[in-house]
């Protein structure tokens, strides 16, 4: 279920191994609102590591699954454009593929950037990654606004981007060359009895039948695992939706490799990746519970001001060819969906994964086949990941609460916010600090989310006051948890992993 990169990368790869095996990938054509068609296809590994990713056992296997991916990748591109290079999409793949990643510390960074800066590249000391330290002055292409010029640089050789588009081109090219079947048609629900997956219904009324049935359906994936599984079992699938942007200069320049700052408080980093004859700027999230109608007018101008002021003025005169929107498939405990269910028979799931689905493909692909053709035992690592499980806490609740504060006041500086010199921010902070306590003790149990989960459901009241009902999800959700997983497993999986910021 589902016709993303992840889809498509798990049934190519299954079809690859056992060419007996008959799959089918369902998922519409235009994948309207999908996350992998919108995706700037960073191969960023280390570019995401933040002052989190050593912190915690289940963020460390993430980590570790990235880094799988990243080694690779190499591989995995030279024989998806093999596999389909029969067809002008291998040879458009090919020509896509740009090594090489600038990593900016912006001049516009806020303490959060700072640090996800520095846990970068002490990551890429210790794990001895190839980088190296350069003047920001000698980033090809960087042009900033003068007052925005970055502090610092890094470059890393090994990471780098590739066309989206393209590779899901020759995703589907090299699935048909192994024989996958491609159902144009949305799945609406699981079919199970007797604790075993049946097969899925499609919104024609038809029923296809199937012995397995891998969810790889992102952000929808959690109202898909709702139709068979109870309430409670599986963290809820939050959207996270958000925009960007396909340009064409009409002169030459701008920046040749991918340029990005690390993850900034409450969002992902800017950036600007180049493509044949253009650029993609990317990117918004904005978190939601239930589907949004679109991105957010003001979180879009926010992007595209950052990224003509910090990295190249030259943007505000490029043409716009295509605006790209996506929806992010975001755990509540933003941690993805890998592997078997432990209560529905031939029930795998391969999604969640935030922002990380593009890059961790190739590694996922193989941990699911691995999962369903029985040909290596379960990684340990990724047990984390199982999907029924309370949701994993990498803090205690007053911890998350000081972060989601530090989170917001970050995030309200990087947008310009100015206040007077005899103020300072002690009374916003204050304010703060106690809307996020409000918004804990008001849960029937505590829970520690992730900074920029917390913060979307602070700020979701006062973007739109008429929602007062807007915890009512969590809330319900939390009990259905607490009743259905057993409170030692429940309290010991996540206290007993806590680190101290």
Known sequence: MGNGV?????????????????????????????????AGAMLNCFGEVTQYTDRHPAA???????RRALDAWPDWLARLAEDA???????????SHIPGTFVLLSARSGRITDRNFEALRLALVEYGEPHEAVDPADVPGLAPRPDARPLRALYLQREGTVDARRVLAALEAAATTHGVEFWPLTATALVADNETVRGIQLDDGRMLQATTVVVAAGSMSGELAATALPPGAVPPMLHGTGLAVLTRRENAGGVTRAVR????????????????????????????????????????????????????????????????????????????????????????????TYRDGFHNS???????????????????????????????????????????????????????????????????????HQRAKDFHDHLPHPIALPPEIAISQLLLPARSPGEAQHLTWLSDYLHAAHQHHRPAEYATRQASHTATP
């Open 6 to 38: 992840l889809g498509l990368s798990v049934a190519l790869e299954l079809a690859r191994r056992d060419s007996r095996l008959r799959i089918a990938v369902v998922g519409p054509r235009a994948r309207t609102g999908a996350a992998t068609p919108a």
């Open 362 to 432: 190739p590694a996922i692909a193989r941990c699911i086949a691995d999962t369903l053709l029985g040909a290596t035992p379960p990684d340990k690592d990724l047990s984390w990941f199982t999907p029924e499980r309370p949701p994993i806490q990498t803090m205690t609740v007053s911890q998350a609460i000081d972060e989601a504060v530090i989170h917001s006041i970050d995030a309200a500086y990087e947008h310009d916010l100015r206040l007077p010199a005899l103020l300072g921010d002690t009374h916003l902070t204050d304010g703060l």
């Open 261 to 352: 700052t690390p993850n900034r408080a409450a969002t992902c980093g800017l950036h600007v990746l180049p493509t044949s004859g253009g650029h993609y700027v990317g990117a918004t999230s904005v978190i939601t519970p239930q589907l949004s109608a679109g991105p957010e007018l003001g979180v879009a101008h926010e992007m595209l001001r950052a990224a003509c002021e910090q990295i190249d003025r030259q943007l505000a005169a490029a043409q716009v060819t295509a605006w790209l929107c996506g929806r992010r498939p975001i755990p509540l405990d933003g941690f993805p969906l890998l592997g078997p269910s432990r209560l529905l028979h031939g029930l795998i799931f391969a999604t969640g």
């Open 60 to 66: 460390q296997a993430r980590f570790a699954l990235a």
């Open 85 to 95: 290079g029969g067809t002008d999409g291998g040879r458009a793949l090919r020509n």
